[in-house]
Every structure is written in structure tokens, then in C-alpha cells.
């Protein structure tokens, strides 16, 4: 059965970037070793080289990615990666507004989603099938979805430094507590930590 797995790289105190957007040394850990990931999408990751450690814990993570759902402020941070999905066959974008204006429009496989998180997933989990995930990067999107249940795991690459400030990992949600399992697994390479949590339900 296909699972929504909640994804990003955050601080220990739980922030994913700064206020501006900056990811600092959040993602460093992407580019410190000798071991290319051979996970997700060929084209974007050819300069990604990490340790061995988080090359093989990335590289099963990001192979079983079917569909990823994102908001519309990290697409126009990242204009939509020029149209190429970093992992999975497709990218739901959850929005107010659709881009009819964007140079990929039509011709990438990118849906753009107006009427809520739950469209989204339920149309990422369509096209990821059941033996393949669905990929929610954490912020505002991330953290409704969680609050909504909608979320089976978190998969946190948690870096060893204290942003202070900037944007959670969790958006703005305050309803816990949430019970989860214990991480499995922990998986720990230079510069990052790997957890995974199942998220209990009911």
C-alpha cells in the first residue's frame, strides 16, 4: 500500500531554512563525500555525492518515491526544478493559483492542485500505485497534512546545527501530541543523522 512520507532536512531545533528561504548547511551532507545517490531523478542529483552511509540509506528512500506533493512557494523557490521531478514520475503542486505562465506549463509532468492537500495526495497515491510512496516536503503543506492524519511516516535528515529561527519542519502545526514508533531506521553518516518514523494512527 502506498505510504505519504513526509521528507526534508532540518535543524536540531526543527527548522528547514531561514527566514529567507536559505538552507545554510542543511544540505551540505548532499555534497561532502565520494559516493554519487543513485536514487530519485538521474539528471538532477549527477553532482549529489555524499558518504557511503547516506548515499545507500538515500538511495532505497528516494528509489521507492512515486509521486512527490509540494507547496507553491517551494516551486517558485525552485521553479519547479526547470520541470524535471526530483523523485517519482510526477509533481502535485498544491496552489491558489495555477501558472499558466510558467515555460514548462503543459509540457511537464507537474499537476497543479486547487482544491486542497487531500486532492493532492489522493491524486499523488493514483499515480504512485501501492507499492511505491508519495513524497511531502515538510513546511505549511507538510504540517497541514500531518495535522490532518494524512501523514504514515517522517523521514528527517537531521544536521547538527541550531538555526534559532526560520521555517519549521512542521509548518504551523500545534495540535500534538502525535505518538510516534521508534525511529527505524537511525542511520548515521558525516554530517547527518537519518531517522524514520512511523506515524501511530488512531
Known amino acids: 500500500m502506498s505510504k505519504v512520507v513526509m521528507a526534508d532536512a532540518v535543524s536540531l531545533d526543527g527548522f528547514l531554512a531561514d527566514e529567507q528561504d536559505g538552507v545554510g ?18 539528471t538532477f542529483y549527477v553532482h549529489f555525492k555524499t558518504s557511503p552511509a547516506s548515499a545507500r540509506y538515500l538511495d532505497a528512500a528516494w528509489s521507492r518515491i ?3 506533493v509540494i507547496g507553491r ?17 510526477r509533481v502535485f503542486v498544491v496552489t491558489h493559483s495555477v501558472p499558466t505562465d510558467w515555460e514548462f506549463y503543459g509540457t511537464a509532468p507537474f499537476t497543479f492542485v486547487t482544491d ?42 537531521l544536521v547538527p546545527v541550531v538555526f534559532g529561527s526560520g521555517k519549521r519542519f512542521f509548518g504551523s502545526f500545534a495540535d500534538g501530541p502525535v505518538l510516534l514508533d521508534d525511529p527505524e531506521p537511525v542511520v548515521t553518516a558525516d554530517r547527518v543523522t537519518h531517522l524514520r518514523y512511523r506515524v501511530r494512527k488512531g
Open 25 to 42: 548547511p542543511l544540505h551540505d551532507f548532499y555534497v561532502n563525500g565520494d559516493t554519487p545517490i543513485k536514487g530519485g531523478n538521474d
Open 66 to 68: 512515486g509521486a512527490m
Open 116 to 157: 486542497g492537500i487531500p486532492s493532492a495526495i489522493a491524486q499523488a497515491k493514483q499515480v504512485a500505485g501501492p507499492d511505491r510512496d508519495v513524497a511531502l516536503n515538510g513546511g505549511d503543506v507538510g504540517g497541514q497534512a500531518f495535522a490532518a492524519g494524512l501523514v504514515d511516516e517522517l523521514d528527517l535528515a
Open 73 to 89: 512557494r517551494l516551486f517558485d523557490t525552485t521553479n519547479g526544478w526547470s520541470g524535471v521531478p526530483v523523485a517519482g514520475d
